[in-house]
T-cell receptor
Framework: DAKTTQPTSMDCAEGRAANLPCNHS???????VYWYRQIHSQGPQYIIH???NNETNEMASLIITEDRKSSTLILPHATLRDTAVYYC???????????FGPGTSLSVIP | SQTIHQWPATLVQPVGSPLSLECTVE??????LYWYRQAAGRGLQLLFY??????ISSEVPQNLSASRPQDRQFILSSKKLLLSDSGFYLC??????????FGPGTRLTVT
């Protein structure tokens, strides 16, 4: 079973920031938080991951709470091409396989 | 840079026919390899993973099998397809258990 819970769906206005929440209250000290997204009819795409500190790359920012029990993926300026299902996953990178849950379906609205 | 290939892109097969889907990775050595299936409107289901040549772990009992004859080649097979095998099949690779990179997928329709 997936170790995370995410809202089923969200809407975001084009050009605004999309903030996608994820709860992972049972996360252990060695587990990372990963985010992927899947655009319709394509394979999932890796976005970002982090352990404790906030992370930023060219695609998104990842904010992890101090207790690590939840995180937020931020798409700073959502475009129509960001419409996709977003998956939040926790995984221990040294030995653990990834389990994908149902994710959040993000719709970016013009 | 690393590249992952899957073929065919689409496939229509009758019930009871055999199946062979191939996945190859370029630009990396000794990757972990994965096969996932996604039924229409559903999430990703991990079917098999492999940490090395000849090493296959099965996640879900089914009429599918996987093989890894070479370091960067992963094959998904079935002797007799069922209607329930229809779906979107995705191959992925990773360095160790890190982030995974997915191929373009094969859309299989069993009729």
């Amino acid at each position: 079973d997936a170790k995370t819970t995410q809202p089923t769906s969200m809407d975001c206005a084009e050009g605004r920031a999309a903030n996608l929440p994820c709860n992972h209250s049972t996360i252990s000290g060695n587990e990372y938080v990963y985010w992927y997204r899947q655009i319709h009819s394509q394979g999932p795409q890796y976005i970002i991951h982090g352990l404790k500190n906030n992370e930023t790359n060219e695609m998104a920012s990842l904010i992890i709470t101090e207790d690590r029990k939840s995180s937020t993926l931020i798409l700073p300026h959502a475009t129509l091409r960001d419409t996709a299902v977003y998956y939040c996953i926790v995984s221990e990178t040294s030995y653990d396989k990834v389990i994908f849950g149902p994710g959040t379906s993000l719709s970016v609205i013009p | 840079s690393q590249t992952i290939h899957q073929w065919p892109a689409t496939l229509v097969q009758p019930v009871g026919s055999p199946l062979s889907l191939e996945c190859t990775v370029e630009g990396t050595s000794n990757p972990n390899l994965y096969w996932y299936r996604q039924a229409a409107g559903r999430g990703l289901q991990l079917l098999f993973y492999s940490v090395g040549i000849g090493q296959i772990s099965s996640e879900v009992p089914q009429n599918l099998s996987a093989s890894r004859p070479q370091d960067r080649q992963f094959i998904l097979s079935s002797k007799k397809l069922l209607l329930s095998d229809s779906g979107f099949y995705l191959c992925a690779w990773s360095v160790g258990w890190g982030e995974q990179y997915f191929g373009p997928g094969t859309r299989l329709t069993v009729t």
